[in-house]
């Protein structure tokens, strides 16, 4: 059976809301699994278990591998991202022009540069009948999902769907800031870790179902935004959908490609960063988040 579209569907879903739940958190429309290097953490792991063989154990190796590896990434660069924005805070510099979320930002541009060289080293020594198969992984496929990965991931998904619904309460009013949200009586920093560990968990269902793909996790928050409103409980359940929908006519517009058999990440990449470019020229009357 040619599980791809549901696949995509769970992965647009999964890398949308991990979106959408970091820019509000870190409180930068730039944050996204992709590009804070969380899904190269992710992607690395995944194919050291492939690589070594340990998918062979069963379906849950390659989720529980791209979890761990998700968390260590997004942990390194959080770490990172802290300790620049303390070392700056003392130096007496403007704490405006890198805040703790720009700094986690920027940590991140590196540690995925980081990561996806390792990615390549793990790729030159896989075997030659194996190369061929997770170099097209790490650029986003569909092609190799089995049921019962399948079934994983959309249970994963649907727990941190309802997770980041449950706490979207607690991020609408932290985005008035730090000491507002602890004075109405929110835990800023448990609040914060929750959706980490949340994202942490999407980006590893991404990446099991499908390799690295970037953009949908930039797009289609700021897209839904323009008509969900700052609301993060509509953000976030219209993010699903539309990221759902984006992979899946992502899918869809490859397969009508004649010849190569092009990886979705790529195409994905072709679709988004002109549409990204787009919101961002014709934002208009203080529409969207101000990139």
Known sequence: MDWAYPAAAVTGAALAVSGAALQSVLRNPLAEPYLLGTVGGAALFAALATNLGLVALGAWVLPASSF?????SLALVCVV???????RAADGANPFLLSGGNAVVLAGFVTGGFLGSLDMLVLSYAKPDDFAALSKWLYGSLGA??????????????????????LARRLNVMELGRAEAEALGVNVRAT??????????????????AGAIGFVGLVVPHAVRRKAGPRLQRVFALSALVG?????????ARRLLPGADVPVGVVCAILGA??????????????GWDV
């Open 244 to 252: 759902g929908a984006f992979l899946m006519c992502a899918e869809f």
């Open 192 to 209: 914060a870790f929750a959706i980490l560990a949340l994202v942490s968990l999407a980006t590893a269902v991404s990446v099991a179902l």
């Open 274 to 287: 002109p549409f990204f470019l787009w919101l961002l020229v014709s934002r208009r009357n203080g529409e």
């Open 68 to 72: 761990l590896g998700s968390c260590v």
């Open 145 to 166: 999902v089995t049921g019962p990965t399948l079934a994983l991931g959309g249970l994963a998904l649907a727990v941190v769907l309802a997770a980041l619904l449950a």
């Open 81 to 87: 991202g802290y300790c620049a924005a303390r070392a």
